[in-house]
């Protein structure tokens, strides 16, 4: 049984910045393209960044510039440091695992509140 499970999240000031981490169990972290998604109250979850297996990413331009996708492969953790918070980055954000045969799975989600 994959678990995934997040951590981090937060109230934080606009400007300020969070640091999410997800933990993997299970043998399939290493083989997985790893994402981050958020979803804000009444919207659908979008693709925030990903990183591929051998460390290439991805960023949505929204937040490009401001927020940095890593995997430590060792510990089976993904992380995503985000800076310079704006309230539009307000949402839960959950981490996915894709492997390459179709096979996913998805954290429960945490919660990053960018407020005054």
């Known amino acids: 049984q994959v678990q995934l499970v997040e951590s981090g999240g937060g109230l934080v000031q606009p400007g300020g910045s969070l640091r999410l981490s997800c933990a993997a169990s299970g043998t399939i972290f290493r083989s997985s393209v790893m994402g981050w998604y958020r979803q804000a109250p009444g919207d659908q979850r979008d693709l925030v960044a990903t990183?591929?297996?051998?460390?290439?990413?991805d960023y949505v331009d929204s937040v490009k510039g401001r927020f940095t996708i890593s995997r430590d492969n060792p510990k089976n953790t993904v992380y995503l440091q985000m800076n310079s918070l704006k309230p539009e980055d307000t949402a839960v954000y959950y981490c996915?695992?894709?492997?390459?045969?179709?096979?996913?799975?998805w954290g429960k989600g945490t919660l990053v509140t960018v407020s005054s």
């Open positions: 996915k695992s894709s492997r390459w045969d179709g096979i996913y799975y």
């Open positions: 990183i591929t297996t051998t460390g290439r990413t």
